[in-house]
């Protein structure tokens, strides 16, 4: 299932159960397992992720030299 069939199925969100919610959040989190590795192999790190306009967005920076990580 994706997030979309999901939010079609269950309806809107203002009426999840909190069981709901957290399997919707891991459906967007399965969505995007390869973005993780991608930005590691990119010399950046995921500061946090946002929905926009029905799109999660993905926040990432460059890790600097000298940086803990």
């Not at 997030?3 to 989190?29: K, M």
């Not at 950046?44 to 460059?62: F, S």
């Amino acid at each position: 299932m994706t997030p979309d069939e999901f939010r079609d199925s269950h309806g809107p969100c203002r009426g999840w159960s909190t069981a709901e919610i957290e399997s919707y959040e891991h459906l967007v989190e399965a969505g995007s397992s390869g973005l993780w590795e991608e930005a590691a192999r990119a010399g950046q790190v995921v500061l946090g992720r946002h929905a926009a306009g029905g799109q999660v967005v993905t926040d990432l920076a460059r890790i600097q030299p000298g940086e803990a990580a």
